[in-house]
């Protein structure tokens, strides 16, 4: 079955064969190139895969954020059965940070730096809720609180600038908070931040969901954040989805080969530093990606099963098992190549 045979309804956001392309002087950077996910109302997604591989573009395109000389140039957006990608911008534009709401990867950059971080999550509460500007600046230290910025009265007057990058990716949940969202696409929140740090801001994701059924779509390259923290998974490689299925699955049984390499350069303790970087090879061009599959270069499975296909044509992403999506020839028929491995 494919993935198209999906239940809409079933799910928040439905994304389908998105594809947003960078139109460069060098070529078309195919930076997402055949995204499909679909995220379940009150559920922890992670979008997990290397960098580079196209997860913040997914997040952008998804919010229609795409920038000259990026182009969404395929691909269907629902969200709550509402075709993101049919309407007018306005429309868009509120719905973008009040029911859909992103945490940046670089929350600094993100700030206004001219006015102070309680300023601008008060302006958003007076724009979007038509609070009074007291009961705003009461609301800011309210959210500041429950984002755990200590000294929140003092803190709503700091500038972007006077803020470690913990608090600075603080305020900027408080921000996507302001509007109690529905979806909230955490980008990289806890990357440069300490261990400590990092537990705190993943411990709000997850309080976020329980206490207010809020859906996160978590990325990171981080496959220790997703154990912890997921519990439906995408893996992504070189823009395409290859792998999506729940948590219990992922770990339990990968079977992209593309995942169960990403297993295997995983730092568990006790383990011998030679499995680290099990995947040889490297990520391919964006401007040139190989003929069919783009991990062929790198599968060892390909060489394994003799798979001639997997340099000629691309697989599809489809159902393998209950819930559990691979795009791989090594579990699906084209014509008179017979799929090697039975699930
Ligand atoms: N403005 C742009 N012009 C050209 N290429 C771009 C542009 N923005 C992104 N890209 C390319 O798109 C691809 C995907 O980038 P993206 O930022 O989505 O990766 P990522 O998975 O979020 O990586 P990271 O984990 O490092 O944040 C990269 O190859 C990147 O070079
Ligand atoms: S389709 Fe072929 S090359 Fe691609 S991951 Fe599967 S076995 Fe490897
Ligand atoms: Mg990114």
Request: contains cysteine.
């Amino acid at each position: 079955m494919a993935i198209s045979s999906f239940d809409r309804s079933d799910y928040l956001l439905d994304v389908r064969g998105l594809q947003t392309y960078f139109f460069t002087e060098q070529g078309v950077v195919k930076a997402v190139d055949g995204v499909d996910l679909n995220v379940r109302s009150g559920e922890i997604f992670g979008l997990v895969g290397e960098s580079g591989c196209g997860k913040t573009v997914t997040a952008l395109s998804i919010l229609r954020l795409i920038e000259e000389p990026g182009k969404i140039v395929a691909g269907e957006v629902y969200f709550e059965g509402i075709a993101l990608h049919e309407l007018t911008e306005e429309k868009m534009n509120n719905l973008r940070g009040k029911r859909i709401s992103m945490i940046f990867q670089q929350p600094l950059s993100r700030l206004n730096p001219v006015f102070t971080g309680g300023a601008q999550v008060a302006e958003v509460l007076m724009i979007h809720w038509k609070m009074e500007k007291e009961e705003a600046w009461q609301r800011t230290i309210e959210l500041y609180k429950t984002v755990g910025i200590s000294d929140a009265e003092e803190k709503i007057n700091a500038y972007p600038h006077e803020l470690s990058v913990g608090q600075a990716q603080r305020v900027m949940i408080a921000l996507a908070l302001a509007t109690v969202p529905e979806l909230l696409i955490a980008d990289e929140p806890t990357t440069a931040l300490d261990v400590t740090i990092q537990a705190q801001i993943l411990d709000l994701l997850r309080e976020l969901r329980t206490s207010r059924n809020t859906s996160v779509i978590l990325i990171t390259h981080d496959l220790g954040v997703i154990a912890e923290m997921a519990d439906r998974v995408a893996v992504m490689y070189a823009g395409a989805i290859v792998e999506q299925t729940n948590v219990v699955s992922l770990f339990d049984k990968p079977m992209h080969p593309y995942t169960t390499g990403l297993m295997a350069s995983m730092p568990i303790p006790g383990r011998s530093a030679e499995r680290l970087n099990a995947i040889p090879g490297n990520v391919p061009n964006l401007i040139n990606l190989p003929a069919g599959c783009r991990f062929a270069p790198r599968c060892r499975s390909r060489v394994e099963y003799e798979l001639q296909i997997c340099t000629e044509y691309e697989p599809d992403l489809i159902q393998i098992k209950p819930d559990h999506y691979v795009r791989c020839w090594l579990y699906q028929d084209k014509d008179d190549h017979r799929a090697p491995i039975d699930v």
